[in-house]
């Protein structure tokens, strides 16, 4: 045992190890591997590449182990596989930030990203260093044994050696799994540390008002809304959303939703297209990628993408965050990261961090505690489970229920939905297409004047940017505009494409004195309250008469949607889990402009 590459596997729920070895095999992009052929793989963060992300580009390759045979062992059975040896470090801990350093760092992604540019949140990693004294594989078992023993519901537990170095984790998240053409995700968020409580009283004194946190409530929200975005892109039909979940690790308790679609995608292309998580990035995905090449100074290597165990009739992948690396020179590396947003406080994010490093410091000591479950006696509790439920009662319909659009007569009229890097446009598509519209979704790098004047109805989606702007991207969607207009063409736009729209009617835009990103906010719409998904740093602001042409406002004048004979547009994103009654919106709207 052990003489070859290797994985072992522990799978949530299962009492039972798996062991797999035979081959191994590296690709450079996931195209070249075989669909149907058994085996384990890990994928580096820098495949991102694929999807045309900005990394650091490095030489890191995809690692696969083709598997030859399965065993299936106990815990005892591996523990008599290996000789449990002590773990002894030779150096303190060391890492890449200092207090300092990440105190800076949250700062300056606050002030000269979110506050500036219609961003959201962002995941910064901090590199943490150790070495072990004298290592050899039995150590490496020795960890990962230490680590099955002592965390608990997992969505994997796992150990790849790959004949050069180990990859040790137990990761909570699932990225995604593909099973008889269902595919699943869970976006995870939601942090509480429970590492300090000895008894239950103090607990849930200090977990009901966590419960209660608005932040983190919104930020698991976001953490739908993009993984929205993906599942629009790559399931054909149906939609479910399974309300909040509570998953309790040894020492952190985390909230997750449960999104289950059908596909018509191949396997290897729906993990490509779910790759990576917003949780190891955020938010929108493509401009997060951007901001963490910017601001992180190192290669997270296989850091925060996945592993995947693929075969004929499954496809089942785990991110591999809470992972140690333990390279050929015994260095051991691990990556662990906060969301920074809007209102982040950097002793708080930086103490995050800390937290989620315990477990690995735990399993190289063999620091044991008392494996301590607080919510087998607390998920049931009444006001417990009234405060999980209280959260889904203003979200949104269309994505919690599934609409009957079945009977809806299919119109002839072609929407052109043009992608501007924020994949929100995957979600209004998705459902137009149910809808029994013509769409077709092209990204604004591919359209030109002539799309525009081919379609019946132009949707321009939501841009990450300032749009008081002046660069050649936006002085393109300036012209598209001005074409729309002057043409009388039907149109309706979202988000940065309303304040634009603002811009061009000479309707004062400006920044906002706070940001509202991912915010719900009840408005008058048209006569209607409706609670509705902000995003936005700039807001068009109304200071001249616009009686020729209807919108709605609020008390400071920001203009929240405007509308005439041949166009609407939206401050507020519609398609959003936060907008409640988005499809009511929507269609009422776009049936105004069709008849």
């Known amino acids: 045992m052990y003489k070859k590459p290797f994985t072992i596997i522990k799978k949530k729920w299962e009492d039972f190890l798996r062991y797999y070895t035979w081959e191994l095999k590296k690709y450079n992009l996931l195209s070249e591997m075989e669909e149907n052929k058994e085996q384990i793989f890990i994928t580096p963060f820098s495949q991102a590449k694929e999807r045309w992300f900005e990394v650091i580009e490095n030489q890191e390759k995809i690692i696969s182990i083709l598997i030859d045979k399965e065993i299936q062992l106990t815990k005892k059975e591996l523990e008599e596989s290996f000789l449990n040896t002590e773990i002894i470090l030779d150096w303190e ?3 890449n930030y200092t207090k300092e350093d990440y105190s800076k760092i949250v700062d300056d992604i606050i002030k000269k990203e979110i506050w500036n540019w219609e961003w959201s949140n962002f995941c910064i990693a901090q590199k943490i260093k150790w070495k072990i004294k004298d290592f050899e594989i039995n150590k490496a078992l020795t960890i990962f044994d230490r680590i099955v023993e002592s965390e608990f519901w997992s969505y994997m537990q796992f150990i790849f050696f790959d004949w050069n170095e ?10 995604v799994s593909v099973e008889k053409n269902i595919v699943r995700m869970n976006p995870i968020s939601w942090t509480f540390r429970k590492s300090k409580y000895t008894n239950y009283k103090d607990f849930k004194n200090d977990f009901i008002p966590f419960l209660n946190d608005q932040k983190e409530i919104n930020e698991l929200f976001m953490c739908v809304d993009e993984e929205l975005k993906m599942m629009s892109k790559i399931c054909s039909s149906g939609w479910m959303v399974v309300w909040p979940i509570l998953k309790e ?11 289950s679609w059908q596909t018509n995608m191949k396997k290897l292309d729906v993990f490509r297209e779910s790759i990576w998580a917003c949780t190891v990035v955020w938010s929108p995905i493509e401009s997060a990628f951007k901001i963490v090449k910017k601001y992180e100074n190192f290669d997270r290597r296989y850091y925060a993408w996945s592993i995947c165990h693929m075969k004929e009739d499954l496809l089942d992948s785990s991110i591999m965050i809470r992972t140690i690396n333990i390279k050929n020179d015994w260095n051991i590396e691990m990556f662990v990261w906060a969301s920074l947003v809007k209102d982040s406080v950097w002793e708080n994010e930086y103490h995050e961090t800390k937290e989620k490093s315990k477990w690995v410091l735990n399993a190289l000591l063999w620091i044991k505690k008392e494996k301590r479950s607080f919510l087998e006696k607390y998920y049931l509790d009444d006001e417990v489970q009234e405060l999980i439920q209280k959260r889904n009662q203003n979200l949104s319909k269309t994505w919690f229920f599934k609409q009957d659009l079945e009977n809806i007569k299919k119109k002839d009229e072609k929407i052109l939905i043009i992608n501007n890097e924020d994949d929100f446009t995957n979600m209004i598509a998705h459902i137009l297409k149910i809808s029994w519209y013509n769409i077709e979704l092209k990204r604004f790098s591919n359209i030109n004047i002539e799309d525009v004047k081919q379609s019946d109805i132009t949707l321009i989606g939501p841009w990450p940017w300032n ?20 043409n009388n063409k039907k149109f309706f736009w979202i988000c ?10 000479k309707i004062e835009v400006k920044r906002k004195n706070t940001p509202t990103q991912w915010e719900q906010i009840e408005i008058d719409l048209y006569w209607n309250k409706e609670k509705v998904a902000f995003y936005n740093t700039f807001a068009g602001f109304y200071k001249e008469n616009l009686d020729w042409i209807e919108f709605s406002k609020k008390e400071d004048w920001e203009i929240y949607s405007l509308k005439w004979e041949n166009f609407f547009s939206f401050q507020f994103h519609p398609e959003s889990i936060l907008t409640q009654n988005w499809l009511n919106i929507l269609n009422e709207n776009l049936n105004r402009i069709i008849w």
């Open 93 to 95: 801990l060391n890492e």
């Open 166 to 175: 180990f990859f040790i984790w137990a990761s909570p998240e699932r990225n």
């Open 249 to 259: 690790m040894a020492n952190l308790i985390h909230t997750e939703y449960l999104l």
């Open 467 to 486: 749009p008081l702007d002046n660069n050649e991207k936006m002085n393109k969607n300036i012209e598209i505009i001005d074409y729309l207009y002057k």
């Open 496 to 505: 940065l494409w309303h304040q634009l729209i603002c811009r061009y009617l």
